[in-house]
């Protein structure tokens, strides 16, 4: 009985460890998605209206450190869920 309930609790574990790594995994590749879309599409912008390049270039900047700011949360929180 003992050992049917040590073994559930570490497979409950296992997939936790697992679902955490694949929730870090996604957030990440959604961040590194976004970053290059906001890039592509500035760089697309900037050749098109030279003259607001340095506008376009700090909203750019802006957006992309919210992105990192979401994505960072949500590896802390993948963190979180392995280790505590």
Not at 58 to 74: P, T
Request: with cysteine; glycine share 8%; aromatic share 8%.
């Amino acid at each position: 009985m003992f050992l049917t309930i040590l073994l559930q609790s570490v497979a409950v574990a296992s997939i936790a460890k697992v679902g955490a790594a694949f929730g870090a995994a996604i957030s990440v590749i959604g961040a590194a998605f976004g970053i290059s879309r906001i890039g592509s599409t500035a760089l697309e912008s900037i050749a098109r209206q030279p003259e607001a390049a340095s506008d376009i270039r700090s909203s750019m900047i802006l957006s992309a450190a919210l992105i990192e700011g979401v994505a960072m949360f949500a590896v802390v929180v993948c963190f979180l869920v392995l280790f505590v």
